[in-house]
């Protein structure tokens, strides 16, 4: 038996696509869903959110982009749900929009590196970036649309997934895992964190265990995976404001804004090096409100409907930890950073033993003394 430690979009596919192979698994997680995930704004956007020095994991979220309509159309069935439209996921592509003219240049410079790549870009004129969105500020001076990015809401994916495992019958322990069991040089279960008051520290045994924590991963292992704070918040009007997905670069800072189909706009997010800090500050929602202003303006006369801060698990590298761990029974799902809702679909390909050359992009074993 497989047993996953961690309950997010990362673990509950996992664990879903395992019972989908007929293979049994326990998932582990005090709150499923609540994490990382709950906070996600869902962007599914390899290409928009590139650098020039992270190829590999545009690679990764590019094949991962491109299983997510059968994820979802699998999930969907599995869930009970009328099809994939019911997890609000959206192909529109992303516009990123520039202001100045140093901000035009670099988009330029950005759409020839993906030009060159063979990537979807197309290149717009101020003018027809407010003819594709006519809420944008009159100011926005070109943009390039990444044709091929998509996004999803992460809080419908997480909930079909809990209802796919349980129509398929897997046991979910909500209980919060206190350390791996070992045998010698083998992990070979999990013991749990007894509940308020109680002395004793129930035990799950397996054949392997996956450790799919996210931010706290380096608590159970030596993993070299960090928290980094990042404060969301939701807001909601009458009729959708955008269509697509709209990103662009205010004051130095980058920031997103991501439509729901039901008139909810996600703008996001901060990135803080605040440890295990969850709190949502003023300071935080200001910058975002500030920085999406310019993009938007229409904005200040929304309703806030939500506003939260999750922990982001990130890597020295930026790419995931997946794969073995170099220790017999431990497998690693862990260090998604920002992709953890786009990257969710490979992943449990890789643990599932569907890929070579990607699995060997985002192995563990890049990293010395994982354990």
Known sequence: MDVIVGGGVVGLSLAWRLAREGRPVTLVDPAPASGASHAA???????????????????????SLRRWPAFAAELAADAGLAGPEA??????????????????????ELAAYLENLELPVR??????????????????????????????????VTAALLAALDRRGVQLVRA?????????????GVRLEP??????????????????????SAGLAEVPVRPVKGQIMRLRSPQPLLTRCVRGTVHGTPVYLVPRGDGELVVGATQEEMGFDTRVTAGGLYELLRDARELVPGITELEVSDVVAG????????LPLIGPSGTPGLALAT??????????????????GEEGELAAMCSPGRFRDIS
Not at 87 to 108: M, Q
Not at 199 to 210: G, K, P, T
Not at 311 to 318: A, E, H, Q, S, V
Not at 335 to 352: E, K, S, Y
Request: overall charge negative; hydrophobic content about 40%.
């Open 335 to 352: 260090g998604h950073h920002r992709g953890g809702v786009l990257l969710a679909p490979l992943t449990a390909d890789i643990l599932l």
């Open 41 to 63: 704004a869902g962007m599914l956007a390899p290409v928009s959110e590139v650098t020039y020095t992270e190829v590999p994991l545009l690679r990764l979220g590019v094949a």
């Open 311 to 318: 922990l982001r698990p990130g890597t020295p590298d930026n």
């Open 176 to 188: 919060r895992v206190g350390e791996l069991l070992r045998d010698g040089g083998r992990v070979t």
């Open 195 to 216: 509940p308020g008051g109680d002395d004793r520290r129930a035990e799950l045994r397996a054949e392997r265990v996956i450790l799919a924590a996210g931010a706290w």
């Open 123 to 156: 290149r717009l004129t101020g003018r027809e970036c407010r003819r594709l969105e006519p809420m944008l500020a009159p100011s926005v001076r070109g943009g390039l649309l990444a044709v091929g990015d998509s996004w999803v809401d992460p809080r419908r």
């Open 87 to 108: 997890l609000d996921l959206r192909s529109e592509g992303t516009l990123d929009v520039a202001f100045g003219a140093d901000d035009l240049a670099a988009l330029d």
